[in-house]
Nanobody, 126 residues
Framework: VQLQASGGGLVQAGGSLRLTCAVS????????MGWFRQAPGKDREFVAA????????GYADSVKGRFTISRDNAQSTVYLQMESLKPEDTANYSC????????????????????WGQGTLVTVSS
């Protein structure tokens, strides 16, 4: 399974970006998905997750109400819509996935994920 994240860039505080993660290999509808981020000098942290059927989502408190995760199983793609961006959202954002067929669960722990993309850099200027 391969994951390719895109959509990062430089944006002013208050702006928006949409990240895209294209997944190839295997059966995407059986994969739970998540977004994580890592700022310089900090550990990787959970951002958002979505279940295999898209009916359940979970968010870090720091992004709740501003970010929205979604998926298109027909296109094998997961998205992260980011609104009202803040300078503290600056980080390298990675998408990740794991295998859980027919289990409508979301996972916040990065150790539960089997596959990782290379990340896309988001920089929010003040």
């Amino acid at each position: 399974v391969q994951l390719q994240a895109s959509g990062g860039g430089l944006v002013q505080a208050g702006g928006s970006l949409r990240l895209t993660c294209a997944v190839s290999g295997g059966t995407f509808r059986n994969y739970f998905m998540g977004w994580f981020r890592q700022a310089p000098g900090k550990d990787r942290e959970f951002v958002a997750a979505i279940s295999v059927n898209g009916l359940r989502t979970g968010y870090a408190d720091s992004v709740k109400g501003r970010f929205t995760i979604s998926r298109d199983n027909a296109q094998s793609t997961v998205y992260l819509q980011m609104e009202s961006l803040k300078p503290e959202d600056t980080a390298n954002y990675s998408c990740a996935g794991g295998y859980a067929p027919q289990r409508p669960l979301v996972f916040r722990n990065l150790d539960r994920y089997q596959w990782w993309g290379q990340g896309t850099l988001v920089t929010v200027s003040s």
